[in-house]
């Protein structure tokens, strides 16, 4: 997972606002995921305590974590379960959606009936699969701030480039010129200041600001 391309994260947390966690029951043993945004771990784990003191009941409170941009800092337990049937599986369920600084705990209430080691590494592997297909999701995208200083009888004709290249923008500035202020991919600044100098016939100043991570919603 390259920094330069972006991530994928999910947005706030399941559940929310008091919202159930997401259910599923196979063999009358119930599995309840919660999945969290995160970007450190210090957040994981007070997250797990309050998960777990909600369900203090439960057997199990297996979970895994993807944190930082490269996906680099992974971690995951089997909370008691045996070795690799609970976090291993939600873990790899995590790195299958390429998600990352994204969080799954499972809190298992036994059933009475022994599912073998297949059926819990399948049950908790699903659950997890259906908390983070229920969860909201954002591509953290790389943009830079291309600032586009313009006379104002150009301005119809630059908010029409704005609106066919779909670009995102952010705050509009009116004074004595009017300043655009656009979120760009750094590798497409170049291709921009082009188009819009040709079409503003060279008369468009530019600014280059910060470039930073903007949230895209996934469709």
Known sequence: MSRDRGYTTITGEIPKGGVSPVS??????????????????????????????????????????????????????????????AGSPILEVIKIRSITNAAVAVVRYFGGIKLGAGGLIRAYAHAAGLALDAAQKVRMTPLQTLCVVIDYDLLAAAERYVRDMALLTGETSYAEAVTLTLLVPPDDIEMHRSALTDLTAGRAKYLLGSKDYTAVPLP
Not at 37 to 58: G, N, P
Not at 70 to 77: E, F, I, K, V
């Open 24 to 85: 599923y029951e196979i063999q009358r043993s119930r599995f309840l995921a919660y999945v969290l945004h995160a970007e450190d771990e210090d957040t994981v784990r007070a997250w797990l305590q309050c998960v777990k003191k909600e369900h203090f009941e439960a057997r199990h409170v297996p979970y895994a974590m993807v944190l930082g941009a490269n996906a680099d800092h992974q971690r995951s337990s089997d909370d008691g379960e045996p070795g690799g049937t």
